[in-house]
């Protein structure tokens, strides 16, 4: 005696799993449950032990989900053009070079000809005090 019943998503009859196994149609209605648009009530039949034997890669129920490709098949496509690297390769080469801003720099001789360089900091801000006082 089976407690469950299973009821066709097109008419609501009552449907035997008997019949279902042997043919996956209604027996009120004559519908065809082997389409795309009863895909979710096939996966119960097959979840719940109805049906055993249901081909997943079939095209007239999965067709749209097995034509799609999935979002890391597209981004695992190798797309990549081999001359935009040799176009930035130049591009980089052009900004490494330094070009002359004219800025004033001071010579190191300069500094050392200076007399506080050698100096403890503390010591040269002594200096700098006692001379104010």
């Known amino acids: 005696m089976e407690f469950e019943e299973i009821i066709c998503p097109n008419c609501g009859s009552t449907l035997r799993a008997e019949d279902l196994r042997k043919n996956l149609r209604c027996s009120v209605c004559k519908v065809n449950f082997h389409q795309n648009r009863y895909v979710g009530f ?45 176009e930035n390769r130049n591009k980089i080469k052009y900004m490494e070079r330094t070009e002359d801003l004219k800025e004033i720099t001071t010579d190191e001789e300069e500094f050392r000809k200076w007399e506080g360089i050698d100096e403890d900091w503390q010591e040269f801000n002594r200096k700098n005090n006692e001379k104010e006082d």
Do not use: A, C, W
């Not at 997943?56 to 190798?78: A, Q």
């Not at 797309?79 to 935009?84: D, R, V």
């Open 42 to 86: 096939l996966e119960y039949l097959m979840m719940n032990g109805y049906v055993q034997e249901l081909d997943f890669f079939d095209k007239t129920v999965y067709g749209d989900e097995i034509n799609h490709t999935s979002e890391t098949e597209e981004e695992l496509r190798d797309e990549t053009n081999p001359n935009e690297y040799e």
